[in-house]
């Protein structure tokens, strides 16, 4: 009971730091690392929220949904990303839609 | 169990128990429900059909004399929106799954029976909202809706046919999470992995794709909403989007879409080929990672719908390679049928003519998926009628060939009552028959060039088509023919014994049709699957 | 008279475990359906990379923070209302709930107040959109993917908000069964993933280009 409690406080004040550390981190001028460093930081505080109060480490099916899934959304990004990447994308010059009579 | 009435015992068929309407439009149970899809999916089908019947009438002459542009576009567009997922997509799973998958292992009902009743009911809403569209006038964009035509310039009622296709699609998602809890917590006592039925491995697959597909098809057609009526630019150059962006994630749902389409398809051939051949199936564990290793590439070849739109090349590279990889798994199966049949005792009964229909056609739409995965011939041919030919080898001469060997196969256990055979083997040689030559004239076509979506062509391509309208002509009384016996059997038919077809399998050792609650006590199981030619192997139909 | 609905499971613990596991596959079929949004924000970030920085400069980081510390804090206040309702401190489980809920609360309130200044300044994509400086299209781009993030995040905020509402009033009222340790640790469950979904959001749309770069 108190146990329980203790963890909660705990990963709540781990959660509030690495809140101030993320927003802090986003000032320095460290050019294209404030986004691995911000989204690492989220992936960490993701994975106290799921192992402290989803309590996933419990569960071993409900990890391996979240590893297949999260396998499967990764595909989108890596191949979708292979397209845009080898791609070269020539932007059109900006214009206004054409108006459409019909929903 | 008593129900607090007069009535002391219960009935003890699920069909007796309650006759009124409301007792079947507030069913929990899995086989009525089943039941319920089945007879929603074949209205959707003739109406899908309907609008292939138009267009078949229309190719028969080179010019464009039955229907304008603009209307030919909305049939081919309502013809591929209504079979993918009003037809196609619910058939095998939402139809024979929900009624087989609790009683291929022993169970009682689904996991979840009051969410499996509100997949049937986001169904029906959801595909109702698509024939009001319909009737409505209906989209032009075809059934893949891609941007920037259906965003900027389709002056259709696109938006009210996503909204139905969107509906749809929650109710796969539900029917897929409960077949994946049902399979992994309700088997019965010995009933491991690998003794499960190969219909309940295609089904726990398709399951999967199914929740983690879907969604991305939801949120797309969102998007697509969103860029129709606010203009945002996501999809359009001129704004800083890309159309491509749309067709990858389209197609990232749509191409494993047609393996929860064919994966079904798999398991009832597995199913239906042991019984009538009286042999086991030939590498049931290979069948079952088949299986699996088709579900997980499948996610990865979407790519190969957009070899000639814009892709990098290194891309498509990528996409043809991981093709030609998916192609292996089902190579495997079907060397595995064919390994099946031979040295068995064939019998060539209805639900084996439709397997072995099955089988043939699947592997010729399966080697043209080859020749279309292949870079260079796919410039040649994208866009074309061997596409064409290509989809409907697989979805029609293989899914709805499935589909209607599974019917007839599981008629007696789910009506209780017999078919007439040899009209059952009519009809499965007329379809054959009119399947090819519906669309193998395609296959010609479009080598020759015939563009696909298009109602006007040079005569030089007439020949070719008005041997495909012929064809459908011949398909079509192949598919009314099991229409009219099917219903006739539902009235006059034979009562049917409990295994009329000595078939092995859970669902064979309850009564036709089952009782309300599948097995008084929960079975035990003690052998692998398709016990055929064993001790096992049943050798007289139990009454 | 229809037959009783067949009862699958054998126990109550059996039928808690398929519970959860439903559970946990939804969560998953949510996270797949975010999964666009989230592939078309890499592609703007990584072609509008400028335009991107500029856009989420413009974004509110104290509100969006502070939303970040109220969800963070929800979060926490579940976890410890699922466990007091395990314990059977009904009480306490139902209080929690509410502070739960509240925090949600304050957190839409929050994002309304980021919404209504964005209204105003002309930002929600769609014909009366409006930026000065360059890259306008490309802003307008991220504001699509910003304002369908966070609103596809509090449609979802507010479907939890609304399990939670009803599981407090029963509680309170004292209707246990339908309030079942159970049913508030799926609901807890449902919970934290949107949770998880805005920890990614905050960093994605307000802390981009912070650094000046």
Same mark, same amino acid.
Do not use: C, K
């Given at each position: 009971m108190h146990r329980n409690t203790r963890r909660i406080v705990l990963a709540w004040s781990a959660l509030l730091l690495l809140l101030a550390a993320t927003c802090a981190s986003a000032? +320095?001028?460290i050019g294209v690392w404030n986004g691995v460093v911000n989204l690492g930081i989220a992936a960490l505080k993701a994975a106290i929220v799921a192992a402290?109060?989803?309590? +996933?480490?419990?569960s071993s099916a409900a990890r391996a949904c979240v590893g297949v899934a999260l396998f499967v959304l990764l595909l989108i990004f890596a191949l979708a990303g292979s397209d845009y990447a080898t791609r070269d994308l020539h932007p059109a010059a900006w214009q206004p839609p054409p108006t459409r009579t019909m929903p | 169990m008593s129900n607090g009435t007069e009535r002391v015992t219960e009935a003890d068929n699920y069909l007796a128990a309650g006759t009124t309407l409301r007792s079947w439009l507030t069913t929990h149970d899995h086989k009525r429900i089943a039941l319920l899809y089945m007879i929603s999916i074949t209205a959707f089908f003739f109406i899908g059909g309907a609008a292939a019947v138009l267009m078949r009438f229309e190719l028969?002459?080179?010019?464009?004399?039955?229907?304008?542009h603009d209307t030919y576009n909305k049939l081919f567009t309502m013809h591929g929106v209504i079979m993918v997922w009003m037809f196609l997509i619910p058939s095998?799973?939402?139809?024979l799954g929900n009624f087989l998958m609790p009683m291929m292992i022993g169970?009682?009902?689904?996991?979840f029976p009051r969410l499996n009743l509100l997949s049937w009911y986001l169904y029906v809403g959801g595909g109702l909202f698509t024939v009001v569209a319909l009737i409505a006038g209906?989209?032009?964009?075809?059934?893949?809706?891609?941007?920037p035509f259906s965003t900027l310039?389709?002056?259709?009622?696109v938006i009210f046919v996503l909204f139905g296709v969107f509906v749809v699609g929650f109710s796969s998602i539900l029917t897929g999470i409960n077949f994946i809890v049902t399979v992994h917590?309700?088997?019965?006592?010995?009933?491991t992995w690998f003794r499960l039925p190969l219909f309940v491995w295609a089904n726990y697959a398709t399951s999967i794709i199914l929740v983690l597909a879907t969604p991305v098809l939801a949120m797309t057609l969102l998007l697509l909403a969103a860029e129709r009526l606010?203009?945002?630019?996501?999809?359009?150059p001129a704004l800083g989007g890309d159309p491509l962006l749309f067709q990858h994630l389209f197609w990232f749902y749509s191409h494993p879409a047609v393996y929860i389409m064919v994966l079904p398809a798999m398991g009832v051939v597995s199913e239906i080929v042991p019984c009538f051949a009286r042999k086991?199936?030939?590498?049931y564990r290979s069948m079952a990672y088949a299986i699996l290793a088709i579900a997980i590439i499948g996610?990865?070849?979407?790519?190969h719908h957009m070899f000639?739109?814009?892709?990098?090349a290194y891309a498509s590279l990528l996409f043809s390679l991981l093709s030609f990889l998916v192609a292996i798994p089902s190579a495997i199966k079907v060397f595995n049928w064919l390994a099946t049949l031979k040295g068995g005792s064939i019998e060539f009964a209805a639900p084996m003519l439709y397997a072995l229909g099955f089988i043939g056609l699947f592997t010729l739409g399966g080697l043209t998926g080859l020749i279309l995965a292949s870079l260079s011939a796919d410039v040649h041919?994208?866009?074309?009628?061997f596409v064409v030919a290509h989809f409907h080898y697989i979805m029609v001469g293989g899914a709805v060939m499935a589909y209607l060997g599974g019917v007839h196969f599981w008629w007696p256990k789910i009506i209780g009552r017999t078919y007439p055979e040899m009209w059952g083997r009519i009809a499965a040689l007329i379809a054959f028959f009119g399947f090819n030559l519906t669309f193998f004239p395609q296959f010609l076509l479009g080598y020759a060039g015939m563009p696909r979506r298009y109602h006007v062509y040079p005569e030089r391509y007439q020949l070719l088509h008005v041997l495909s309208s012929a064809g459908a002509s011949i398909l079509a009384i192949g598919y009314l023919l099991p229409l009219g016996y099917l219903t006739w059997s539902l009235f006059r038919g034979p009562r049917a014994s409990s295994n009329p077809w000595r078939a092995t399998g859970l669902?064979?050792?309850?009564?036709?049709?089952?009782?309300?609650?599948?097995?008084?006590q929960t079975p035990i199981v003690t052998e692998e699957a398709y016990?055929?030619?064993?001790?096992?192997?049943?050798k007289e139909s139990r009454a | 008279m229809n037959a009783a609905a067949a009862e699958p499971f054998d126990d109550v613990r059996q039928r808690a475990r398929a519970d959860t596991f439903g559970l946990w596959i939804f969560l998953m079929t949510e996270l797949m359906f975010f999964g666009p949004l989230l592939f078309g924000y890499w592609f703007g970030r990584v072609e509008y990379a400028h335009a991107f920085a500029v856009a989420s400069r413009h974004t509110d980081v104290t509100l969006g923070t502070l939303n970040t510390a109220l969800l963070l804090s929800s979060s926490a206040a579940m976890a410890a209302a699922v466990a007091a309702r395990v314990r059977r401190a009904t009480r306490v489980a139902t209080g929690l709930l509410l502070i739960t809920f509240l925090l949600g609360c304050a957190f839409l309130v929050v994002k309304g107040l980021e919404y209504r200044s964005e209204w105003h300044e002309h930002?929600?994509?769609?014909?009366?959109f409006a930026f000065a400086g360059e890259d306008a299209a490309a802003v307008r781009y991220f504001y699509f993917l910003y304002f369908a993030l966070t609103a596809v995040h509090a449609l979802h905020l507010i479907v939890g908000m609304t399990l939670l509402a009803v599981f407090a009033i029963a509680l309170w009222r004292g209707a246990d069964e339908f309030g079942a340790p159970r049913r508030i640790e799926l609901a807890g469950l449902y919970w934290h993933f949107v949770d998880i979904v805005w920890i990614f959001l905050y960093p994605l749309l307000y802390l981009l280009g912070r650094s000046g770069a």
């Open positions: 000032w +320095l001028p402290v109060f989803m309590h +996933l480490g419990a | 028969a002459t080179p010019a464009g004399d039955l229907v304008s095998i799973p939402a139809g169970a009682r009902d689904l996991a209906g989209a032009d964009t075809g059934w893949t809706f891609y941007a310039f389709s002056n259709t009622h917590m309700l088997r019965a006592p010995g009933l606010l203009g945002v630019g996501i999809f359009d086991r199936v030939y590498g996610f990865m070849v979407w790519g000639v739109s814009g892709q990098s041919l994208t866009d074309t009628y669902e064979w050792t309850t009564s036709s049709p089952p009782p309300p609650h599948n097995f008084a016990a055929y030619d064993s001790s096992a192997d049943p | 930002l929600f994509p769609g014909a009366g």
